[in-house]
């Protein structure tokens, strides 16, 4: 069974860092491109970084101030997150998949607060 | 990226069919075929319905299909079940690996 595991949510204040860990099992983890997809408080879905055999690539809001990176000795997904602000506040999903969002982990909440 | 458009809500009988409506651009759901559809129940993840506009993962219910026309996508449930009672949102794959969300559409099972 494929699945992911995040970690290393939590309060930070604005301005404040942060990185996110997601493991990936049940599934050969360097043949897959991985996301992680937010959702702000009963907000939808929207998709922050992807890592795959192209390159990294970044939504438009976080670019400059998250970087994605991968271990796949480890099976490891990471997010660090700079320079956060109050509207990064969400729930951050490890997901695997380029043209899709096959898998989902459970999610990790974020939250930026003086 | 804009989002794509849906529906904020859908309601249904148990027992009917509904459909939910994902209209986008012709640079994205009129020119990609790597449009998804995926369920989220309250405080839970997102579950994969629908993948490729019309194809179903493993384990969803054939009740769930998936159809394209021109630059609008649609997600119809038939046999409408308590369970379905949830959030469903639409996605399309565009170039420079941008993966393109719609709003979400709540459905309810009256």
């Known amino acids: 069974e494929e699945q992911l595991l995040e970690s290393g949510g939590g309060l930070v204040q604005p301005g404040g860092s942060l990185r996110l860990s997601c493991a990936a099992s049940g599934f050969t983890f360097s043949d897959y491109a991985m996301r992680w997809v937010r959702q702000a408080p009963g907000k939808g879905l929207d998709w922050v970084a992807v890592i795959g055999y192209s390159g990294t690539y970044y939504a438009d809001s976080v670019r400059g101030r998250f970087i994605i990176s991968r271990d796949n000795s480890n099976n490891m997904l990471y997010l660090q997150m700079n320079t956060l602000r109050v509207e990064d506040t969400a729930v951050y999903y490890c997901v695997k998949g380029l043209t899709l969002a096959s898998t989902w982990g459970q999610g990790i909440v974020v939250t930026v607060s003086p | 990226q804009s989002a794509l458009t849906q529906p904020a809500s859908v309601s249904g009988s148990p027992g009917q069919s509904i459909t939910i409506s994902c209209t986008g651009t012709?640079?994205?759901?009129?020119?990609?075929?790597?449009v998804s559809w995926y369920q989220q129940h309250p405080g839970k993840a997102p579950k994969l319905m629908i993948y490729e506009v019309t194809n179903r993962p493993s384990g969803v219910s054939n009740r769930f299909s998936g159809s394209k026309s021109g630059n609008a996508a649609s997600l119809t449930i038939s046999g409408l079940q308590a369970e379905d009672e949830a959030d469903y949102y639409c996605s399309s794959y565009t170039s420079s690996s941008n993966l393109v969300f719609g709003g979400g559409t709540k459905v309810t099972v009256l």
């Open positions: 012709s640079s994205d759901v009129g020119d990609s075929k790597y």
